[in-house]
């Protein structure tokens, strides 16, 4: 089946340091990769959409300058949290469609999550 | 108003017993539903998807009201690993292709 990984699993920072979290298709080629914030109880909110080498396309309310998506490959998309706050404490979870699955399937494939603490 | 709407529980529920829940959503244009499983610190998983004529899989039974707008899932003969949170899931053809994430519903399964 089809394997996302995430790279760190959990990260803990000081406020103001900026993080980076990779999201990687190990075994099939991503045109489209999710990133997803859930913080406890709540839904998983999603933040933004990136297709391989284009701008990530952001959901309303979500800074762009803060959250900066990289999908330089088909089997990579990278989340920095730039000057991270304790308030950006989360967790953060990628996925990633199958370019085989076509360009609208409703199939996402999801990365087992990167959990994120801003001292 | 939330695109979709569960009861957050926790429903508790005797090992063996059945458990049912609904989640509404609100984009009618919806054109997928879906019921995930997600366990405590870890990613969603796909338990099923949802049809208009219902469908099962196993002890789990899932229901699509287009109507009403409501999905729901029943599960029969509950076993202790049932216990997790499932979120009703939603698709939607704007833009890219969203999935849309209910908050969820706890079930506890208790021996």
């Known amino acids: 089946g089809a394997v996302v990984s995430q790279h760190p699993s959990w990260v803990i920072c000081k406020s103001g340091t900026s993080v980076k979290i990779e999201c990687r298709s190990l075994?099939?080629?991503?045109?489209?990769m999710f990133w997803y914030r859930q913080f406890p109880k709540q839904s998983l909110m999603l933040m933004a959409t990136?297709?391989?080498?284009?701008?990530?396309?952001?959901e309303q309310g979500v800074e762009k300058d803060k959250f900066l998506i990289n999908h330089a490959s088909l089997t990579l998309s990278t989340l920095t949290v730039t000057s991270a706050h304790p308030e950006d404490s989360s967790f953060y979870i990628c996925?990633?469609?199958?370019?085989?699955?076509?360009?609208?399937?409703?199939?996402?494939?999801f990365g087992p999550g990167t959990r994120l603490t801003v001292l | 108003r939330k695109e979709v709407e569960q009861d957050p529980g926790p429903f508790n529920v005797p090992e063996g017993a059945t458990v049912a829940f609904n989640c509404t959503y609100s984009?009618?244009?919806?054109?997928?539903f879906f019921w995930y499983r997600q366990d405590c610190r870890k990613e969603p998983k796909l338990l099923m998807s949802?049809?208009?004529s219902g469908n099962e899989d196993g002890r789990f039974t899932a229901q699509l009201n287009r109507a009403s707008q409501y999905i729901s899932l029943l599960i029969r003969d509950s076993k202790l690993s049932d216990s997790a949170t499932y979120l009703c899931?939603?698709?939607?053809?704007?833009?890219?292709?969203?999935?849309?994430f209910g908050a969820g519903t706890q079930v506890v399964v208790t021996p």
């Open positions: 984009n009618s244009a919806s054109q997928s």
């Open positions: 990136s297709n391989e080498g284009s701008k990530a396309t952001y």
């Open positions: 996925s990633a469609r199958d370019r085989d699955d076509g360009f609208s399937t409703d199939t996402q494939y």
């Open positions: 949802v049809y208009s």
């Open positions: 075994d099939f080629q991503a045109t489209t």
């Open positions: 899931v939603v698709f939607t053809t704007d833009s890219w292709g969203k999935l849309q």
